[in-house]
């Protein structure tokens, strides 16, 4: 059954969209299921600070939230300015950047903080060519901690695909350790999530 929530992301999402085709990567806004798996990084104790790449409708961000302990600091990166604008409204517990994941640290820097505990991924690597994705993953790498953990989802019927191995390629060189999930069936389309730190 939709929940409300879900239902009122959904008329926000298509409009994103058909506004830019080109960074709006899914069908469907990323089901509970999907979102409850990679949230599973954030810290539930002590005051970590959580980052959001593409945080889109907020599915993901309600997740997160969930998990965050009350003295956490959770900052959502979203490059189109009325997605940014829904999330002020509809999660006014987290702290929104309007920006590009590209410049990262710059963002993250400016917001005045220095510790990232856990990096959690929405955005749609397929659509990125390789020297975007090669930068993003060095801005991720570059903001987070020692002990960070970063998250992030593929689609499983994709995982075959040039681009998607590419892909996971890319995260081997920029991580020691990458775990993939189970399949999160539950989700359109069935994806997995792919868990990584450095040691």
């Given at each position: 059954m939709t929940t409300p929530s879900r239902a009122l992301r959904l008329p926000v999402f298509v409009a994103a969209a058909l506004r830019r085709p080109g960074t709006v990567g899914a069908v469907a806004p990323s089901s509970p299921s999907l979102c409850r798996v990679l949230a599973e990084i954030v810290p539930s104790t002590g005051a970590p600070t959580v980052v959001e790449l593409g945080a889109g409708t907020g599915a993901v961000s309600t997740a997160i939230q969930k998990r965050m302990?009350?003295?956490?600091?959770?900052?959502?990166?979203?490059?189109?300015?009325?997605?940014?604008?829904?999330?002020?409204?509809?999660?006014?517990?987290?702290?929104?950047?309007?920006?590009?994941?590209?410049?990262?640290?710059?963002?993250?820097?400016?917001?005045?903080a220095e510790t990232v505990?856990?990096?959690?991924?929405?955005?749609?690597?397929?659509?990125?060519?390789?020297?975007?994705?090669?930068?993003?993953?060095?801005?991720?790498?570059r903001t987070m901690s020692k002990d960070a953990v970063f998250s992030t989802f593929a689609y499983r019927h994709a995982t075959g695909l040039a681009g998607a191995r590419r892909f996971r390629t890319l995260l081997d060189d920029h991580f020691d350790e990458v775990v993939p999930s189970h399949t999160v069936w539950r989700n359109l389309p069935p994806a997995l999530v792919y868990v990584c730190r450095n040691h």
């Open positions: 302990p009350a003295d956490g600091r959770h900052l959502a990166v979203e490059i189109d300015a009325e997605l940014a604008s829904h999330l002020r409204e509809s999660h006014p517990g987290m702290q929104v950047l309007h920006g590009d994941a590209a410049d990262l640290h710059t963002l993250i820097t400016e917001a005045g505990n856990a990096v959690v991924s929405g955005l749609p690597w397929s659509l990125f060519g390789e020297p975007l994705q090669r930068r993003i993953l060095r801005e991720v790498c």
